[in-house]
């Protein structure tokens, strides 16, 4: 290929597309090059599982159209371009919308904890048919976000523009000058709308609770008397995140006929609500806690794949029901878990069951039961689904979703007054356990003050 004295490539020597060989052509930081072909791939290599790749279609005004026109893990597939498995993004040119000027490819290291210096050399690789074009950035030490490369728009046909350009301001910042609504919510913390649990004196209600709690249930809140049991042994009482997997398949009537597969990583945390303490639980080793010792909860262990009998997965808690605290379920969709928002994993809903143990030492055929169903699909990496308070023997359910701040990383918790925390400080942030082994930077601290 030639290049002008400006940087841009003309295309290859006429009859070369769709050649069973060709060889890669090394093109420049800040070049721009005609591109022959209708499909790319375009992939970052040599970053050892550190960059997540995203896009973003871009109008003629640089920004996007709707939040919906950046595709990353949580939002893969638009019209013409997709998010591959392998960490790749594929762009049918064809099938872009008219009204995209621009496809912006980006890669990302921040759900990782790590900055491209971190990374080594980044090769990006454009390849299509009877096409391929590599270069390497070069240069990058501090920064988090880095634009690979952008396929935009010349005349009737299509160009890459070879950016490589390193961001250091972090993806919400990123995301808020090409037009994406970042959630910002106040500083202030959000204060939980469940209402105050009944006094002491209030009598023990022996009925059966059987509640469901959608999003569009009028009141979100629901209670269990755990007094119940008058202090019978062997009453059990479970909290668990329950889903039917991505991919799941259900007939008319909304019944399961195959459960998908897919993975989500559940995480409990805990409030010592005299020590302003926190213990976070999962199913992770070495902090799936224990029933002998503060804060008196274990872990049954993650679930990966559809549950016995090819039942819902779940991952779940058991805890003992005398003790006095709070509980947040928060799910995390990490990049580990692959595309998807956490409601397009089946159904995922939190289930509280609560009765005399049956043969398989759960809650049996005649527990009581709370169902809290997710709220909606909004693109965040955090999900509190449920936040559950144990006052004087008696249980109550806060049954709203909430989300974390859009593309932030630090887990939901609550502070020394028990109030819902979308970025609480000093709290644990979600990492991949494919890099660091475990998914938080903690699992354990004390609660800040509001």
């Keep these: 290929m030639r290049a002008d004295a400006s940087g841009d490539h003309g295309g290859p020597p006429a009859g070369s597309a769709g050649r069973g060989r060709f060889a890669p052509v090394d093109v420049t930081k800040g070049s721009r090059t005609d591109l022959t072909a209708s499909r790319y791939v375009v992939d970052v290599g040599g970053a050892g599982g550190l960059v997540d790749i995203a896009a973003v279609l871009l109008g003629a005004d640089g920004r996007v159209r709707t939040d919906d026109d950046l595709v990353f893990f949580n939002n893969p597939r638009q019209p013409g371009v997709a998010l591959t498995g392998s960490g790749a993004v594929e762009i049918d040119l064809h099938a872009v919308p008219a009204d995209v000027q621009r496809v912006l490819v980006t890669g990302s290291t921040e759900a990782q904890g790590a900055r491209f210096g971190d990374v080594g050399e980044v090769v990006v690789g454009v390849r299509g048919p009877g096409q391929e074009l590599v270069f390497s950035p070069g240069g990058l030490t501090s920064e988090t976000v880095l634009q690979v490369v952008a396929l935009y728009r010349r005349g009737s046909g299509w160009r890459l523009d ?35 649990a009944p006094a002491r004196t209030e009598p023990v209600r022996m009925e059966k609770v059987s509640i469901s709690l959608t999003k ?173 308070d144990v006052q004087d023997g008696i249980l109550t359910v806060d049954g709203e979703t909430r989300y974390s701040r859009l593309f932030s990383e630090r887990m939901p918790g609550l502070d020394t007054q028990g109030r819902w925390v979308a970025k609480p400080k000093g709290g644990p942030v979600g990492r991949s356990k494919k890099a660091f082994g475990q998914g938080l930077s903690a699992y354990e601290g004390r609660c800040q003050p509001g």
């Design 162 to 196: 070879a950016i490589g350009q390193g961001y250091s301001a972090g993806l919400a910042a990123f995301a808020t000058e090409h037009g994406i609504e970042v959630d910002e919510p106040e500083d202030e913390p959000v204060e939980p709308v469940a209402a105050p």
């Design 216 to 388: 569009d249930s009028p009141d979100r809140t629901a209670r269990i008397d755990l007094r119940k049991s008058g202090g019978e042994p062997g009453w059990v009482l479970t909290v668990g995140l329950e889903w039917d997997g991505r991919g799941a398949v259900y007939d008319r009537d909304g019944r399961v006929t195959r459960y998908g597969t897919g993975d989500l990583d559940v995480y409990f945390f805990c409030r010592n609500e005299e020590t302003d303490e926190f213990v976070v639980i999962s199913g992770e080793p070495g902090h799936q806690g224990r029933l002998d010792t503060w804060p008196h909860i274990h872990h049954s262990g993650d679930s990966r794949d559809p549950g016995r009998g090819g039942g819902p997965a779940v991952e779940q808690v058991e805890m003992t029901p005398t003790e006095n605290g709070d509980l947040l379920v928060n799910v995390y969709q990490s990049v580990d878990n692959g595309g998807g928002a956490i409601d397009a994993f089946g159904r995922p809903r939190i289930a509280i069951r609560y009765g005399r143990a049956g043969r398989d030492g759960k809650p049996g055929p005649d527990a009581d039961e709370v169902l809290v169903h997710v709220g909606n699909g909004k693109n965040s990496f955090w999900a509190t689904v449920a936040h559950i």
